[in-house]
């Protein structure tokens, strides 16, 4: 019912929820869900969220003391009092009982104002009367927001018409017609799940436990027993709308009895297995596919797969996974190319040779060139991570670059040692030994004459070369032969 210069307060509340509900196992449904709707003149404006109240605040009873609870209490102990109360005093358990209606709405009164921090911190400060200054009918300035729309948005950029349509599904008016066209989706949900690099590198599948809110099985969702349905609301007819006569007009609000359904449940008519809740929590396990390459942090959806609405045919909500990638003792990550450090001992690095790098996809060979110098950059192309959404994966994989890093040995063995400062000596004349030898005195003329004395080596000596005397003339056989080959796949690697 739309009258000119009246106003229509629209609201849910909890009432209509079960004990199971009203332990947090449905979610969704507050006293905070509310809107205004006002027509004043030719057009229909909205006006702020507003808080109603049925009762003079001349006349009222602290909130406070509705509830049993102190001023400092916390939003648990108001949640606690309000069950505890509601439950007592509900219109299902005091069938004919004015006295007890009263005072349960005089409860839930309380209840939808201290349960909002923002209602709750302005009736602290200004008592039942906080709401009066608001500009709730049309728009206009407000110490909470102004109105949706017109000179009074307060730049909030809300669209009433997107907004109306969310709430009552396109159509303009009150009452069960327009309830008809409501259609709430369920929530989401989200979970994080942990992954190894591997996994994450190369892709998995993860098995993931929710809990969503489901239909009932065995009532099919409806909440009733087998062969029952639900009864017309005696409070409101089955409108779904109490309506109130104030100093304001006709006020109308959400039936706190049937929750604006229009209809309620007997305990005796309930099903056993939601207690007329037509939902139900239900345990699973949901098999995640992980693509390769994915990165930390990333959030996957899975749409259909969260909570079914509260109430009603809504399409459910979606499951939200949140990717934690564990760090690599070994790669680090830089987009999809990956970085890795090569230990090259220092004579392979001088003369020449291979070493074998990790990758991904399993060890490969790279050539080292002689003459390698620490933090030399060599790239193996493709070798890095894919893609997540790419089909192409062997084209679409990053690189892994490898960074050179000489490694000198701890110790040395007196010959390694003598040939070494024999090495120094060649590049340095300056230099002075430490270990005892036929030029341990650095004296010149010694040297010539022991040079000129110095009985030739043989071929394979001559061949072997200085590293070769410290490390063994096979190593540098090897070396020289496989300089010699050309090795396969190194310059497509490097």
């Not at 990790?358 to 193996?380: A, F, R, S, W, Y």
């Amino acid at each position: 019912m739309v009258v000119a210069n009246k106003t229509f307060i629209l609201t849910r509340n909890l009432s209509k929820l079960s004990k199971n509900t009203l332990n947090g196992c449905v979610k969704g449904y507050n006293s905070q869900n509310c809107n205004i709707l006002s027509k004043a003149g030719s057009g229909l404006n909205f006006g702020q969220i507003r808080q109603f109240h049925n009762t003079n605040t001349n006349l009222k009873q602290d909130y406070y003391d509705t509830l049993g609870v102190k001023k400092e209490a916390s939003q648990s102990e108001i949640k606690k009092a309000y069950y505890q109360l509601a439950k007592k005093y509900h219109p299902d358990t005091n069938k004919g009982d004015d006295k007890a209606k009263e005072k349960f709405l005089k409860i839930q009164d309380a209840y939808e104002t201290l349960s909002d921090n923002q209602k709750r911190a302005a009736y602290d400060q200004f008592g039942h009367g906080y709401d009066q200054g608001q500009s709730g009918f049309g728009g206009g300035n407000s110490g909470f927001g102004g109105g949706f729309g017109g000179a009074g948005a307060g730049g909030m950029g809300f669209d009433p018409e997107s907004i109306f349509s969310q709430f009552f599904g396109g159509g303009f008016g009150a009452g069960k017609g327009s309830r008809s066209g409501f259609v709430m989706p369920g929530e989401d949900i989200q979970v994080s799940i942990s992954l190894s690099f591997m996994e994450a590198a190369k892709g998995c599948t993860k098995k993931v436990h929710v809990q969503p809110l489901s239909k009932c099985e065995p009532c099919k969702g409806h909440g009733t027993k087998e062969g029952k349905k639900p009864t017309t609301c005696y409070v409101c007819k089955g409108s779904g709308q109490e309506i109130f006569n104030t100093m304001h007009g006709m006020l109308a609000r959400t039936c706190g009895t049937c929750g604006g359904s229009g209809t309620y449940i007997s305990r005796a008519d309930q099903c056993g297995t939601c207690d007329g809740l037509g939902r139900v929590r239900k345990s699973e396990y949901v098999d995640v596919d992980i693509p390769a390459g994915i990165d930390n942090k990333v959030r996957m959806v899975l749409q259909g797969r969260g909570d079914f609405p509260v109430s009603g045919d809504g399409p459910a909500g979606d499951l939200y996974i949140v990717v934690n990638v564990q760090k690599s003792k070994i790669y680090s990550r830089h987009g999809q190319d990956l970085h890795v450090n090569a230990q090259v001992p220092f004579h392979v690095a001088a003369l020449g040779g291979f070493a074998r790098i990790p990758t991904i996809d399993g060890d490969v060979e790279i050539k080292i060139h002689p003459g390698t110098q620490t933090n030399d950059e060599m790239v193996l192309k493709r070798k890095g991570l894919s893609k997540p959404q790419s089909k192409a994966i062997l084209h679409n994989r990053g690189d892994q670059y490898v960074h050179v890093h000489i490694t000198v040995p701890k110790s040395l063995s007196l010959e390694q040692k003598r040939i070494l400062e024999d090495f120094a000596v060649s590049v340095d004349s300056k230099f002075k030994r430490t270990t005892p030898g036929p030029s341990f005195n650095n004296n010149p003329e010694d040297t010539v004459e022991e040079s000129e004395h110095k009985e030739e080596g043989s071929e394979d000596k001559k061949k072997s070369g200085f590293f070769g005397k410290i490390f063994g003339s096979k190593h540098c056989k090897n070396s020289e032969k496989e300089a010699a080959s050309d090795p396969k796949d190194t310059k497509n690697n490097s």
